[in-house]
């Protein structure tokens, strides 16, 4: 098993990137769970502050 500390170069140029739509599909994820934490959050902290 590798090192976990021991630092990783960056992947040779003829190693295959994954398929663009398997890219776009990871960034629509980690754009929408960012906008539901953000819009959870929101919501939060406007309930407490309404609570009076």
Same mark, same amino acid.
């Given at each position: &098993? %590798?090192? =976990?500390?021991? =630092? #990783?170069? =960056? =992947? @040779?140029? $003829? $190693?295959?990137? %994954?398929?663009? !739509? +398997? +890219? /776009? &599909?990871? &960034? !629509? #994820? /980690? !754009?929408?769970?960012? *906008?539901? #934490?953000? @819009?959870? @959050?929101?919501?939060? /902290? +406007? @309930? /407490? *502050? *309404? &609570?009076?």
């Amino acid at each position: &098993m %590798p090192d =976990p500390i021991e =630092p #990783v170069g =960056p =992947p @040779a140029d $003829d $190693d295959e990137k %994954p398929p663009l !739509a +398997r +890219r /776009l &599909m990871w &960034m !629509a #994820v /980690l !754009a929408l769970s960012g *906008l539901i #934490v953000v @819009a959870g @959050a929101a919501y939060l /902290l +406007r @309930a /407490l *502050l *309404l &609570m009076n």
